[in-house]
Nanobody
Framework: QVQLVESGGGSVQVGGSLRLSCVKS????????WAWFRQAPGKEREGVAQ???????TYTDSVKGRFTISKDNAKMTLDLQMNSLKPEDAGTYYC?????????????????WGQGTQVTVSS
């Protein structure tokens, strides 16, 4: 059973930085996309960054150049470094393991959707 636990959220001012972390226990498949999702109040959840089993990263356009996704296979962690934060970056962030690409697409994903970590960006 895959378990994912997010941490690192908080409240920052516009232009600030946060680093999110997700620790896993288990893998949904031998190869998958490990992704960060964001859900703002009243909006659908969207994939903002992903890294596949080969290490290829993909970002949604709105975070390119500001967010960096990385994983540490030994520590079984997935991080998201978020710089130059904007109010539109606010929301609940979740990590999930997905069978297909989710940035700009959709896939069956396995994540702890009921938890996540909250990011607030104030001006």
């Amino acid at each position: 059973q895959v378990q994912l636990v997010e941490s690192g959220g908080g409240s920052v001012q516009v232009g600030g930085s946060l680093r999110l972390s997700c620790v896993k226990s288990g893998d949904v498949a031998r190869r998958y996309y490990w992704a960060w999702f964001r859900q703002a109040p009243g909006k659908e959840r969207e994939g903002v960054a992903q890294i596949d089993s080969d290490g290829t990263v993909t970002y949604t356009d709105s975070v390119k150049g500001r967010f960096t996704i990385s994983k540490d296979n030994a520590k079984m962690t997935l991080d998201l470094q978020m710089n130059s934060l904007k109010p539109e970056d606010a929301g609940t962030y979740y990590c999930a393991q997905c069978l297909n690409s989710v940035v700009g697409g959709s896939s069956e994903c396995f994540g702890s959707w009921g938890q996540g970590t909250q990011v607030t960006v104030s001006s």
